[in-house]
Every structure is written in structure tokens, then in C-alpha cells.
């Protein structure tokens, strides 16, 4: 892409966008920003666009015109009318991780799911720094790829995240190692069905060569159908059977082709769900170059993910978890299902299309009480009614003081919205650390 002298629109100005922006600027771009929030409400990012001198349009028809090319960051919608009508006039319209693919240097190991994403991408990382093998992590987790590129180099890992959101637009970014968690119904409220979601995450395997790894959960449906759409050789695991050349566990181990290399009790992280991400690690790690024996060092160090099960503190007997990064249907599952009972959940926020009846059985078993919070919280009561007792508790800081009112020592208070945070919050990570701080307030005895 020829970057210096083009007129270059950047749309989007979260942290990938200005990222994009600052990128194109410094290679000699003419580079405007488009937004469809106001620039006073733009706040970090609004600042920075002023500081540089950047051009801010407010989104609309005529911001996106007499421009070279379009860069779309992964919080604007690919099928955006404006874009659609910017393509038909033969304008070029990428998305951040397309851009930055051409510009990276280091082969790349691409991590994607519905579910567990996060853990597995900073596990992996966490493996190949301890095994002495360069690596930085980003993408959807922590720098955007285009924040990457001056850190990268030709002998470094890139483990990226990588979202629905950044892979429904990539054409030749190519992902040496790529991998897949699973594929359960989520962000139908911009993709409009599964089978869109699903073939955005297929992509990150579409775009693979024949010298390059799949690295597959063999229990899932989608990475099955995945398996057959990548030219890249498969290497797939399972936490439900042994698997020829790849991964698998049973109750008590992990194995790799046979040979046990783990104690799932050296697994420092709560959850079936996360022997699952450690396998998945595991391969992608081996693969690039670690052995077993340290890799299984190196899990039995990992500190685990701020705002996934993530445990806060115990007052007066009750635990108190976030998992603000379940933020759809099946993580909230997951979550459950790493709590023997006595669960005081809390859930809500902005619907992102899904039912929650998934949750009535589990909750009927495990579940104290549901204290919803949020725009979805009538639409949570009415799948949930009869399953579990419901709070209306509308404010995080109100279902706190709800469940820390009623929960006896033994229980468990767990923030594991199902939903979005958009509704209260910034971020699923705004969120987690408001929780935090309302946990931290409290007193025994109060």
C-alpha cells in the first residue's frame, strides 16, 4: 500500500484507530480521522488527534469522500453503508490488521475463539518469554497490531488476539501458527448470524499456506469445518479424547502424542475450560519452538488474566471473583462451571443478541441468586424466570452491596455479566476494576 502523499481516512478512534492514525501520519500520509462520537466525547484519543494536527470529520457520507483509501478500525462495522458505497467508487477499505500485516516483521502466531482467547494469547506469550524464545503479545489484548510493528523485528513472535471484528477484513495477512478455542454464538448484533461470525473467524485459516499450522480443537464443530477450509497442516486438541499427532487430556494429565507432560493440578487457573486453553497454548508454543518440559514449567508460573475468574478477595468467608471478559452466553457457562455452588452471579449489561436460557440449569443448581444490572436486565429476568431468584439490583455497585448483604462464609459473589459493557461502562476492563474497587470498600462486619 503506498502510504506517503495518500489522502488516507482512519475510521474508528478507539485504541486501534489512533494507533492507525499516528502509524500513517509518521510515513507521510495526509491522514483524516472520522468518528461517530463528537470529538468532546473522544477523550484520550481526542486529545492525541489534536496534538498531531489531524483533521476530524464527524461520520457521514462526505467524511469519506476524496480519499485514496479507507483504514477501519475493528469497532466499525465492515458492511457500514459509507464503506460500502466507498468500495463501489473502487476506493480501498482495510481493516487495522490487514494494514499492519504489510508492515510487521517476525512470523506471527494468530489466536481466536469465542472464548478463552485472552487467557490462551497471554499464556502463550507467557510460555515463550519464559523459554527464552522473543516474543510480544497484542492485537486485542494490549497494543493494536499497528502499535506493534516498531517493537517487531524478523527473529520475534507476534501472538496476537485476534477478534471477529479485526478478522472479517483481512485478505493477506497470514498467521504461520494459527488457532482456534471454539465457536459458540456471539456478537450477532453485528455480524446478524452465526454463520457470519463463524466464516469472519475462518479467515485467520483461510489466508494460511500449505508450510504454515491449524492448530484446532477437535471437540468443536466450526474448527472441524475450519480443518477442511485451511491448506495449513492441522494439529488439533481435545479435552475429550486422544488425538492422533496433536494434544489431548484426560482427568488428571496432558498429554502430547501419547506422553504425558502435565499435571492438570499444575494448571494455575480455575476451570475445565482452561485445560482447554492450555493445550491450546501448549501446541502453538511447541510449535514455535519450545519444548514440552519447559512449556510445562512455564504454565506452572503463568499469574493468569486480569479480568477472567480473576479472584478478588474473601471478606467475612464469601469469595469474590471478576470475570468481566464474560461478556457473551458460553463464558458465563464456563465461568459457572468452575464453582462447585453457592454462586451469587452477576449479570447484565448491554444484549448482544444471544438468549440466556443456556444459564437456567446451571443456575438452578449452583446459583444463590442472579442480580441483573444494565439495558438487558428484563431481557435476562424474562429467559431466567423460575430457574434461580432474580435481584434487580440495576447498578453494579448495588448488586455488591446486594450479595455481600445476603451471602454466607462459603459462598461465592461472581461478576460474570453475559453481556457487553457498553450500557455503564467503557470496557469489559472499566468494568472489572470498578467491580474490584467496590470489593475492596468493603468491610467485615457492615
Same mark, same amino acid.
Given at each position: 500500500?503506498?502510504?506517503?502523499?495518500?489522502?488516507?481516512?482512519?475510521?474508528?478512534?478507539?485504541?486501534?484507530?489512533?494507533?492507525?492514525?499516528?502509524?500513517?501520519?509518521?510515513?507521510?500520509?495526509?491522514?483524516?480521522?472520522?468518528?461517530?462520537?463528537?470529538?468532546?466525547?473522544?477523550?484520550?484519543?481526542?486529545?492525541?488527534?489534536?496534538?498531531?494536527?489531524?483533521?476530524?470529520?464527524?461520520?457521514?457520507?462526505?467524511?469519506?469522500?476524496?480519499?485514496?483509501?479507507?483504514?477501519?478500525?475493528?469497532?466499525?462495522?465492515?458492511?457500514?453503508?459509507?464503506?460500502?458505497?466507498?468500495?463501489?467508487?473502487?476506493?480501498?477499505?482495510?481493516?487495522?490488521?490487514?494494514?499492519?500485516?504489510?508492515?510487521?516483521?517476525?512470523?506471527?502466531?494468530?489466536?481466536?475463539?469465542?472464548?478463552?482467547?485472552?487467557?490462551?494469547?497471554?499464556?502463550?506469550?507467557?510460555?515463550?518469554?519464559?523459554?527464552?524464545?522473543?516474543?510480544?503479545?497484542?492485537?486485542n489484548i494490549g497494543a493494536p497490531v499497528t502499535?506493534?510493528?516498531?517493537?517487531?523485528?524478523?527473529?520475534?513472535?507476534?501472538?496476537?488476539?485476534?477478534?471477529?471484528?479485526?478478522l472479517e477484513t483481512i485478505e493477506r495477512f497470514?498467521?504461520?501458527?494459527?488457532?482456534?478455542?471454539?465457536?459458540?454464538?456471539?456478537?450477532?448484533?453485528?455480524?446478524?448470524?452465526?454463520?457470519?461470525?463463524?466464516?469472519?473467524?475462518?479467515?485467520?485459516?483461510?489466508?494460511?499456506?500449505?508450510?504454515?499450522?491449524?492448530?484446532?480443537?477437535?471437540?468443536?464443530?466450526?474448527?472441524?469445518?475450519?480443518?477442511?477450509?485451511?491448506?495449513?497442516?492441522?494439529?488439533?486438541?481435545?479435552?475429550?479424547? #486422544?488425538?492422533?499427532? &496433536?494434544?489431548? %487430556?484426560?482427568?488428571?494429565?496432558?498429554?502430547?502424542? =501419547? /506422553?504425558?507432560? $502435565?499435571?492438570? +493440578?499444575?494448571?494455575?487457573?480455575?476451570?475445565?475450560?482452561?485445560?482447554?486453553?492450555?493445550?491450546?497454548?501448549?501446541?502453538?508454543?511447541?510449535?514455535?519452538?519450545?519444548?514440552?518440559?519447559?512449556?510445562?514449567?512455564?504454565?506452572?508460573?503463568?499469574?493468569?488474566?486480569?479480568?477472567?475468574?480473576?479472584?478478588?478477595?474473601?471478606?467475612?468467608?464469601?469469595?469474590?471473583?471478576?470475570?468481566?471478559?464474560?461478556?457473551?452466553?458460553?463464558?458465563?457457562?464456563?465461568?459457572?462451571?468452575?464453582?462447585?455452588?453457592?454462586?451469587?452471579?452477576?449479570?447484565?449489561?448491554?444484549?448482544?443478541?444471544?438468549p440466556y436460557t443456556a444459564l437456567r440449569e446451571?443456575?438452578?443448581?449452583?446459583?444463590?441468586? #442472579?442480580?441483573?444490572? &444494565?439495558?438487558? %436486565?428484563?431481557?435476562?429476568?424474562?429467559?431466567?424466570? =423460575? /430457574?434461580?431468584? $432474580?435481584?434487580? +439490583?440495576?447498578?453494579?455497585?448495588?448488586?455488591?452491596?446486594?450479595?455481600?448483604?445476603?451471602?454466607?462464609?462459603?459462598?461465592?459473589?461472581?461478576?460474570?455479566?453475559?453481556?457487553?459493557?457498553?450500557?455503564?461502562?467503557?470496557?469489559?476492563?472499566?468494568?472489572?476494576?470498578?467491580?474490584?474497587?467496590?470489593?475492596?470498600?468493603?468491610?467485615?462486619?457492615?
Amino acid at each position: 500500500m503506498q502510504i506517503a502523499g495518500s489522502r488516507i481516512a482512519v475510521a474508528g478512534l478507539g485504541q486501534s484507530g489512533l494507533a492507525v492514525a499516528e502509524f500513517l501520519l509518521a510515513r507521510g500520509a495526509q491522514v483524516r480521522v472520522i468518528d461517530s462520537r463528537p470529538l468532546a466525547e473522544l477523550k484520550e484519543a481526542g486529545r492525541a488527534i489534536e496534538r498531531l494536527g489531524i483533521p476530524f470529520e464527524l461520520q457521514s457520507p462526505e467524511a469519506f469522500e476524496g480519499v485514496d483509501a479507507i483504514v477501519i478500525s475493528p469497532g466499525v462495522p465492515a458492511d457500514l453503508e459509507e464503506l460500502e458505497a466507498a468500495r463501489r467508487r473502487g476506493v480501498p477499505v482495510l481493516g487495522e490488521v490487514e494494514l499492519a500485516s504489510e508492515f510487521l516483521a517476525g512470523p506471527i502466531i494468530g489466536i481466536t475463539g469465542a472464548n478463552g482467547k485472552t487467557t490462551t494469547t497471554a499464556l502463550t506469550g507467557h510460555i515463550l518469554r519464559e523459554v527464552g524464545i522473543p516474543a510480544q503479545v497484542g492485537g486485542n489484548i494490549g497494543a493494536p497490531v499497528t502499535g506493534m510493528i516498531a517493537n517487531s523485528r524478523p527473529d520475534q513472535w507476534n501472538v496476537l488476539e485476534l477478534s471477529s471484528f479485526q478478522l472479517e477484513t483481512i485478505e493477506r495477512f497470514r498467521a504461520q501458527v494459527a488457532v482456534c478455542l471454539n465457536v459458540t454464538p456471539d456478537h450477532l448484533d453485528r455480524h446478524h448470524s452465526f454463520e457470519n461470525y463463524a466464516n469472519a473467524k475462518a479467515r485467520l485459516f483461510e489466508t494460511q499456506t500449505a508450510g504454515d499450522f491449524a492448530v484446532l480443537n477437535a471437540d468443536d464443530a466450526s474448527c472441524l469445518e475450519y480443518g477442511r477450509r485451511t491448506r495449513a497442516r492441522t494439529f488439533w486438541f481435545s479435552t475429550t479424547r #486422544a488425538v492422533g499427532g &496433536g494434544l489431548w %487430556a484426560d482427568e488428571a494429565r496432558l498429554y502430547f502424542e =501419547g /506422553a504425558p507432560f $502435565l499435571e492438570i +493440578a499444575g494448571i494455575p487457573l480455575r476451570g475445565r475450560h482452561n485445560v482447554e486453553n492450555t493445550l491450546a497454548a501448549a501446541g502453538a508454543a511447541h510449535l514455535a519452538g519450545a519444548s514440552l518440559e519447559a512449556i510445562a514449567a512455564a504454565v506452572r508460573t503463568f499469574p493468569g488474566v486480569e479480568h477472567r475468574i480473576e479472584f478478588v478477595r474473601r471478606v467475612g468467608g464469601v469469595d469474590f471473583y471478576n470475570d468481566s471478559k464474560a461478556t457473551n452466553v458460553d463464558a458465563t457457562l464456563k465461568s459457572i462451571a468452575a464453582f462447585p455452588g453457592g454462586v451469587w452471579i452477576i449479570l447484565g449489561g448491554k444484549h448482544k443478541g444471544s438468549p440466556y436460557t443456556a444459564l437456567r440449569e446451571p443456575l438452578a443448581g449452583k446459583g444463590r441468586a #442472579a442480580l441483573l444490572i &444494565g439495558a438487558a %436486565a428484563s431481557l435476562i429476568a424474562a429467559d431466567l424466570a =423460575g /430457574a434461580v431468584r $432474580l435481584i434487580q +439490583a440495576g447498578t453494579l455497585e448495588a448488586a455488591v452491596r446486594s450479595a455481600f448483604e445476603e451471602a454466607q462464609p462459603g459462598d461465592t459473589v461472581l461478576l460474570a455479566p453475559a453481556c457487553a459493557s457498553f450500557d455503564q461502562f467503557e470496557n469489559y476492563e472499566q468494568r472489572g476494576r470498578v467491580f474490584k474497587s467496590l470489593v475492596g470498600s468493603l468491610e467485615e462486619g457492615s
